[in-house]
C-alpha cells in the first residue's frame, strides 16, 4: 500500500527515476562537499549551503552510492527550508523508492523521508496527506524502536497540529496523551521528566475549552513539581496559577455547567464524593460564583513568593495578576485592582515606566459568551459558518465597560443584540497611566458565532432507466 501510494506521488510530482544498484563507496570529493553542506546548514545559510546538497546528491548517484537516500533527505530538508516545497516533495520520494528497494519494512531509514515529506503536506495545508505519511513514519519508528519510544515524540508532535488544523479534536487529545504514556513508560509516572509533556497536554485542554481535563492535569503537575523540590519549585507555583485559571475561565466560559447543589471537593481528585468533577460553586440563590479552591490556589502562590527573600519578579507579577483577574471575576474591583497597582509598581521599579507589560492597554478577563454562540466551536470547520460583530466600548478605570456600539456585523440582528448584551456585562484588567487606572473610550472588540451549516443534500440516485 505505502509503495503504490508513494509511486503515485511521484508520477504526479514527475520524479520518478529507475533504482539505483548499491555500493558502499564514498568518494572524497563527496564527503567534502558533505563537511561544507553541514557547516552551512549549522549556521542556518541555506541558500548557500543548497548547491554543496545538489552536489552531494549529484556524486553519490554517481557513485551508485548506499547512502544516496541520506542524500536526498538532506536536500529535501535545505529546500524545504528555503520555501521550495516541490523540490523538497521530490526529493523525498525519491529517497523512499531508493529505500524500498534496498530497506526491509521495519527499516529505520524511513522514519527520517516519511516525516520530512509529511512536514511538506501539511506546510501546503495538505493535512489529511501530512497525516497519512506521519501515521506511517510513527508505524515505522514503533516497529524499530519500540510502542514507546521517545523518537517519535516530535512526530506525534507534528501529527497533533495537523489534526488540529482539520478540527479532529479526538485524534489529537489521543496523540497528546499517548506523548505522556511515552514519559510515564520510559521515566516512570512519578518522574518530574514527564513534566514538560503534561504541561503540554494541560495547555491542550484549556485551548480546547476542556478545563475539568486540564486542571487534573496541572493537579497533576503540581503533586509532582513540589514532590521534586518543595512548595518554592516555580513549575509548582505555576501550576497553582494554571489551577486557578483555569477555574475562572470555567466560570467565565460555561457558568451554567456548575453541579446543581454544593458538595465537599477532594483536593486530589478534584472530584465530589460522587464522583461527579466539581466545576463551578453555587450559593443558595443558585446563582453561580467561582469556586474558592481556585482563589485558594492563588493566595497559596503567591504566600510562597511573599515568604522568599527575593522572589523572581516575572513570577510575582504573573501571580498578583491572576489574583487581579480572580477577583475582577468575582467583581471585587477594588481587590482586584489592589493587585494590578502592585504590579504596576513592580514594572515602573524595573522599567521606569509604569506603563509597560499588561496594563498597555485593556485586557478582557470576563466575558460571559451567550451559549448558543460557542455550542458550535469544536465541530470542523468545514461545518460551520462563523459570523462575526465588531464593537466599540469603553473600559472603565474600575474594568467595567460602557457605551457598547456595534460596528459591523454579518450575523442576524438576534445574535449581535446577544453578543452586546454579553458585552455590557464584560469585565477587563483597565489601562494604567502613572500607575493608576484609567478609563479607555473607543476599544475595538469582535466576537464570534459559530453556526452549524445545514447538512449537504445527498447526491440524486442515477436514472436507471
Known sequence: MLRFLITALMVAAGSLAPPLAVSEQQP???????????????????????PYAQQVVALADASSGADLPAALNELART?????????????????????????GISSPRFIAPLAGLAAVYAAQKRHEQAIA?????????????????PAQTELLEALTSSYMALDNYAEAEAAR???????????????????????????????????VSARLVYARIYHLARKESGDNNPEAIDAQLAIGRVYRLQFADDPESAASRYAPVNQVTQTTRSGVPWLIQRDFAGT???????????????GILEQQTDPPAELMIRTLLALGDWFMAGRQSDVALQHYTRVATILADRAGDGEAGPFVAP?????HPPPGSVTHRLT?????????????????????????????????????FQLQQ????????PRFEDGRPVATPGVAVTSQWFELLPPKPEPAPADSG
Open 79 to 103: 529546500q524545504f527550508q528555503l520555501g521550495d516545497l516541490a523540490g523538497a516533495e521530490a526529493s523525498y520520494l525519491r529517497s523512499l523508492v531508493l529505500l524500498e528497494n534496498s530497506q
Open 133 to 149: 505519511f506521519y501515521r506511517q513514519a510513527l508505524a515505522v519508528s514503533r516497529r524499530a524502536l519500540g510502542l514507546f519510544n
Open 177 to 211: 496523551r499517548y506523548i505522556v504514556q511515552i514519559g510515564v513508560r520510559n521515566y516512570g509516572a512519578e518522574d518530574p521528566r514527564i513534566l514538560p509533556a503534561l504541561w503540554q497536554l494541560g495547555r491542550w485542554y484549556e485551548s480546547a475549552f476542556n478545563y
Open 422 to 429: 454579553a458585552l455590557q456585562k464584560a469585565l477587563y484588567s
Open 288 to 302: 453561580p460564583r467561582l469556586d474558592r479552591d481556585g482563589q485558594k490556589a492563588l493566595e497559596r502562590a503567591l
Open 380 to 416: 470542523p470547520r468545514a461545518q460551520v459558518m462563523v459570523r462575526q460583530a465588531s464593537f466599540t466600548l469603553t473600559v472603565t478605570d474600575r474594568g467595567e465597560t460602557r457605551d457598547v456600539v456595534l460596528t459591523h456585523s454579518d450575523m442576524s440582528s438576534m445574535q449581535a
Open 363 to 367: 485586557r478582557l478577563v470576563v466575558l
Open 28 to 50: 572524497e570529493p563527496r564527503l567534502a562537499a558533505h563537511d561544507e553542506f553541514r557547516a552551512l546548514s549549522a549556521a542556518g545559510r541555506y541558500t548557500d549551503a543548497l
